[in-house]
């Protein structure tokens, strides 16, 4: 069945209440493991029929904000998910302690009561309307974002539209795009810092309701992280700064020195060959054909997943007035269907993104055979070892998207994700600054930002741009907003992706090999032992980020990037 004919029906919570009640009893009143293994099989079929309505009222949302019934849509969600996760709640608290555990745990492994106990921990009826009062906050901040018509060059652009501009050969376009995108945040600073903080204020209102101390235990718990804690996170983010920063700073140094500048400036960092940046040869069709192929080569297994999506229509790729911003891949669990979204605009963000979103959606293809829908997605870290994992197992195919740039392509790839890890840290040590001290004012908080912002990227040089100098960067991060603490996730899984770079050049055939078992365990596992079962070392052990950076760094070091 195609998307355009998935059906969207608004969930009626009494309705949903009655049934879910209904299926509890059976569930309390079971008197062997199969009665219970039956009663859990009648909840499941209500959870994914509910969050499939959740699915494709928010993909549909956000294909097209301004359609005025599916943000009505939204805003019903956003009321309705807190009293359903109320519902889903008071089944956990039965489950953990069934007379018949031992055979429950027997059939689906223990992974799936920890995942209950942290859900439990996390919840009470008591934070409903906080709940529904945040989720109404990140709505807002997304609708902001999709509401931005920045003019610039005689034209109106999205902030997605604009980044092409960013890229610009001509330093005062790239300059000039840079104050249009950043001036829009400065001109909505008041909504930003408002919605922010009425975030945090929420969301530590709701920890104390829960008996935490504040919300940075209970963002964890959110995040159903069970096998690591923030002491882990901490001697990670240390391991960064060591290994990580220094490489950068020298990768920026190349960078200018290639460019022919006498200072590298914040808007020059997305520039970077004067040859112009690699781009994709090809407009947003033809970008969908080249993955057709890459993907019945990449694997037999690749290639049905991909006639899957292109087939029934669950890829949405070109940015267009009205669209939210960035990418995703959700999965519409009645349709047993992930679907990719996208903002195609003609950069080589294109193909990293495609390539990104389609591990997304492969692993979750790959896995949707689970019986309980736990399974189905692993906890957000090990999610994205899949996503950018599968950015490198395309790499002997890019030469099909980049042709001649193919090398230049490679180069700033594998770069970019070294790059990226000291900023993904500082993303992370904000919202635990932040959190341990909520009652930080606006401009406290962009003190702070700048203060971290300083520590990783030591490099940055805003030109004395005042909302940048200001420490205003982090706003245009949408998971400060919208998904407390999931930020880390990246680094982590960046880290074990390099490992499968890695891998790759040893042996190829075993690595896909050792990608597919992590893909087929779906979330049946806490995040270290599917890093166990793919064969690949913990980002927090000593010696990990050292391995990596070596070998990454010998690797860039052998290409002379002066010449492309």
Known sequence: MKFSQFTYERPNFENTKELFNKALDLFKNATTPEEQIIAMEEFYKIYR???????????????????????????????????FQDLFSSFYKELIQSTFRPQLEEKWGKHLFDLAEKEIKAFSPDIIEDLQKENKL???????????????????????????????????????????????????????????????????????????????????????????????????????????????????????????LSELKFYDETYEFQTGNAKPKGDPKWIEEQAEIIYKELSKETGEFYSFMKNNELMDLTSKEGKMAGGYCDFIYDYQSPFIFANFNGTTSDVDTLTHEAGHAFQVYSSRHFGV???????????????????????????????????????????????????????????????????????????????????YLPHRDFDGNAYLESGGFWQRQGHIYEDPFYYIDYTLAQVCAHQLWIKMSQNKEQTWNDYLHLCNLGGSKPFLELVNGANLKSPFEEGTIEMVVSEIEAWLNQVEDENL
């Open 49 to 83: 029929n509910v969050h499939s309505m959740f699915s494709l009222g928010f993909i549909r949302h956000s294909i097209n904000t301004n359609d005025a019934y599916y943000e009505a849509e939204q805003d019903y969600i956003d009321e309705f998910s807190p009293k």
């Open 138 to 260: 990140t709505s807002e901040y997304s609708k902001l974002i999709a509401s931005a018509k920045i003019d610039f060059n005689g034209d109106t652009y999205t902030l997605s539209q604009l980044e092409p501009f960013t890229q610009s050969p001509d330093s005062e376009i790239r300059k000039q795009a840079m104050e249009a995108k950043f001036g829009f945040f400065n001109e909505n600073v008041g909504q930003f810092d408002r919605i922010y903080d009425d975030l945090v204020k929420v969301r530590t209102t709701m920890a104390h309701k829960l008996g935490y101390d504040n919300f940075v235990q209970l963002g964890y718990d959110r995040l159903k992280r069970t096998d690591y804690d923030a002491k882990d996170v901490r001697g990670y983010r240390k391991q960064v700064e060591t290994f990580i920063v220094p490489l950068a700073t020298k990768l920026k140094e190349r960078q200018q020195k290639r460019l022919g």
């Open 373 to 455: 829908p736990e399974y189905v997605w692993p906890t957000y870290e090990a999610c994205e070892i899949h996503s950018m994992g599968m950015e490198f197992l395309t790499w002997p195919w890019m030469e099909r998207l980049f042709k001649e740039d193919t090398e230049k392509y490679k180069f700033s790839h594998l770069s970019s994700t070294l790059l990226f890890l000291p900023y993904g840290v500082a993303v992370d040590e904000f919202q635990h600054v932040i959190y341990e001290n909520p009652t930080l004012t606006p401009d406290e908080r962009k003190q702070a930002w700048r203060d971290i912002e300083k520590k």
